[in-house]
């Protein structure tokens, strides 16, 4: 396997230097994925850019989050599955949520429930989601700003998840408490 540093602010190229502090001052540290994308400094801005955008949408945290998580469990994705746990928690999204999404398993609420099947259909299907699936989608409640802004949340996840994949990068101390491996999914 190719290494794959993991940057800091320090070692990081000049172009990746702003964002990578920005991130220790929100956060207290570096987090490893970014650490890792400062490699690429365009990966870097476009994912934090991305980011930003997503928080802009007319979506709930709750919603996000379900987004996010889908994608993250549905590409295997450990480290973010960890951080982004946390990041629910945080939130104060609620625990049965974020127990459902890291299981895959269906989530009480139906509009909610609707939201994450929907963002799997998007990640499976590769973003050909049926007629009727997107109909169903609609019916629970969402319009298609949302279906557009679903494929915004998995357009982020594939920037992540694709670099920690083929980074391996180490899931942080922070998120380490809520470590996840697929096959946590499997046994649910």
């Not at 996840?157 to 996840?180: I, L």
């Amino acid at each position: 396997m190719t290494d794959f540093k993991t940057h800091t602010v320090e070692t990081a190229p000049s172009p990746s230097k702003p964002f990578l502090e920005g991130a220790r001052n929100a956060y207290g540290f570096v987090p490893n994925l970014l650490g890792t994308m400062a490699e690429a400094p365009a990966l870097l801005e476009g994912y934090m850019a991305l980011a930003g955008i997503f928080d802009k949408t007319d979506l709930s945290e709750t919603e996000r989050q379900i987004i996010l998580m889908t994608n993250n469990r549905l590409n295997g994705c450990v480290y973010c599955m960890a951080a982004h746990t946390t990041i629910s928690q945080m939130a104060k999204v609620p625990a049965d949520i974020i127990e459902a999404l890291r299981a895959g398993t269906p989530i009480a609420d139906p509009k909610l429930e609707a939201l994450r099947v929907f963002a799997g259909v998007i990640n499976e299907t590769r973003g050909w989601p049926s007629d009727s699936q997107v109909e169903a989608f609609l019916a629970a409640g969402y319009t298609r700003q949302t279906v557009l802004e679903v494929i915004l949340g998995t357009s982020l996840k594939v920037m992540s998840n694709y670099t920690n994949h083929v980074a391996e990068t180490q899931v942080d101390d922070a998120f380490a408490p809520n470590a996840w491996a697929a096959d946590m999914a499997e046994a649910a």
